[in-house]
């Protein structure tokens, strides 16, 4: 059952209303991993895909192509804007059981052109800005080669697997707070709200790296989200990389991988994609701005974080504000990050309330100090005498993972303890959410809302039970490896973690 390390991945993006016209193939690529592999070889990629999308359309036109399982490869496919498609190809390891799950790399792909529109705008839209395409090849260049550093194990491209079975891509989790320490955590909300006069601020509130409290849509609140636990939360800003525990406890020998060359010997896809300046960060061209380097922000003395990364304002030595775009808006924000202790605020001041520029914004940094300083101490004090640390979620004798999918909400038990898991029981964990994912798939295409209520288990070799169930758009997956042979101590296990956890959502009465 051992996994080869030299499994390739392909990642690629194109634009299906670019380079139709023969002699103008290369048009339609925006991006392509590994960028040194020759057009020739990309163009076939592309094409074989753009044939697959194109074949299923006809089958189905109201649903995208999602996955498509061939003999040696699994083509996973996300259509980021209209007619600008994701696809990734993972070569097929020789186990009997499938290491990955297609949704876990759709979750991959459809992270990437989320947090590249909030920093960057529409892929489209740049292109309508220079329709040559330069613009957009080496924004998207330098994001996804940026966004793929952090699942990176030595030289190579560790993506999730099996090992990752109890974890949720594109969902919050979220801190669990008394009613006192509610109460307070609002008051420091409306203060925040109202800190550019009339305007209407924005706010994410993080204590370690859990959400908890938010002002945004759920799609914003994801997209900030995940950057903070990135790049912001005191944890990220001290291991100068990703949190996401996979990546620093992962088994390398269980992950798909691939090499990681960050060489690009190919002087063709250097100019194509402007690859050549963007290990040292100088840009000919255009300034391309690079949210996601890592070991780019730190705490300044006044307890805001600072970046050179949005360069630095005309004429002066004083460093950009970092600005976002709200995706249920499309408002133009500046990114405000403060942070006390284990408490991270971020703010979004919308561009258009301030009229200074970075003296405008330097106004509202301090008036917020002024204003908030207080209630920041108060909360932080409240949620750290009620935090009960790493395994504060961890409940003796289930390994779990619950997702609320309508709010975008997942909580699971610690990775440390997901660890302790038996591989055979993460591979059935793995196996059985790839099934519920069918039925949900299925349910989709028969025109219902997956309303109905779904229940499955798997009685492992290691005499494990692996149960997943589904009810009125949430999800509970769980392993019990230390339980008794029927199904109905099982059953009964589940009832008693849905009362006492879940307000009895799960409950079979």
Partial sequence: MGVSLNESIQLCMFDLRRGQNEGQELDKILFFFPADLPFSKQLSVIGLSEGLITFTRIFSPEAACEVIEAERHSHVFHEAEPDIWMVMLVEKSNDSEPIWRDDALRKVLKEIPSLFVMFHGSVRAMLEKEPGG???????YSFIMDYLRDFLAGRKLLLPSFRDCLKERGTVQMLTIGREAAIEVQSL????????GNTLCHSLILFQDLLVSTTLSPDDTVNLFTYAVLRLTPH??????????????????????????????????????????????????????????????????????????????????????PTVWLQQTGEKMYLCVYQHRSLTLMLMIPVSAVPNGEQGVSEV???IIENASLKILKVEEKLSKGWGGENAYHVGGYRYLLVDGDRNISRASPATKVTTLTKESLLAMNKLRQEVELEKSRAKLDGCNFEKDLEMCIRTKNNAWVISRVTRGKELHMVLEKANETLLYASDAIQKFSDRYCDGAFSLD
């Fill in 365 to 367: 940094r301090q008036q």
């Fill in 189 to 196: 909300v409306r203060v925040l709200e109202s800190s550019a």
């Fill in 236 to 321: 990220a800003l001290s291991s100068g990389s990703s949190s996401w525990s996979y990546l620093r406890k992962g088994s390398t020998a269980s992950n798909v991988a691939t090499e990681f060359n960050m060489a690009h010997p190919n002087s063709m896809s250097d100019s194509f994609y402007g690859t050549s300046d963007i290990s040292s960060g100088e840009d000919n061209h255009y300034h391309v701005v690079r949210p996601l380097q890592g070991d780019k922000w730190s705490k300044g003395k006044d307890g805001y974080l600072v970046t050179d990364l949005w360069g630095a304002e005309i004429g002066t030595w004083v460093f950009a504000t």
């Fill in 134 to 140: 330069g613009l957009a090849r080496r924004h998207l």
